[in-house]
Nanobody, 123 residues
C-alpha cells in the first residue's frame, strides 16, 4: 500500500502561484510513476502532469505546459506541482496519484490516490 497526502491548495488570484506537495508513505516511493490529476465541479477527473520514477521524464497536458512544473525528491518521498500564471479554469480539486505501470496512460493504471486538495483561482 502507498498512502498519499496532498497539501498546499488554497485561494489565489488569477496570475498567481501555488505549490502543491504530495507526501508518500508505505512502499518504496522511487518504484512509482507519480502524477497529478484534477477534477472541477461537474467535470471528469483530468490528467495534469506525470513524472517518471527517477524524475528524468515529465509529461503535461497541453493546457498547463509552460505554467506548471512537476518534480520529485525520492529521498523525501515527495512530489510537487509548481503552478504559475494560474487561471480561473485551473480551479479544481487536485489529486496526487501513484502507478507501478512504466508509462501509465489511463486513470485506472494509477492504483493509489490522495484525498485531494482544493485550488481556487479568482478572476
Amino acid at each position: 500500500q502507498v498512502q498519499l497526502v496532498e497539501t498546499g491548495g488554497g485561494l489565489v488570484q488569477a496570475g498567481g502561484s501555488l505549490r502543491l506537495s504530495c507526501a508518500a508513505s508505505g512502499r518504496t516511493f522511487s518504484n512509482y510513476v507519480m502524477a497529478w490529476f484534477r477534477q472541477a465541479p461537474g467535470k471528469e477527473r483530468e490528467f495534469v502532469a506525470r513524472i517518471s520514477q527517477s524524475g528524468g521524464r515529465t509529461y503535461y497536458v497541453d493546457s498547463v505546459k509552460g505554467r506548471f512544473t512537476i518534480s520529485r525528491d525520492n529521498a523525501k518521498n515527495t512530489v510537487w506541482l509548481q503552478m504559475n500564471s494560474l487561471k480561473p479554469e485551473d480551479t479544481a480539486i487536485y489529486y496526487c496519484a501513484a502507478s507501478s505501470v512504466v508509462a501509465p496512460s489511463i486513470t485506472v493504471e494509477y492504483a493509489y490516490w490522495g484525498q485531494g486538495t482544493q485550488v481556487t483561482v479568482s478572476s
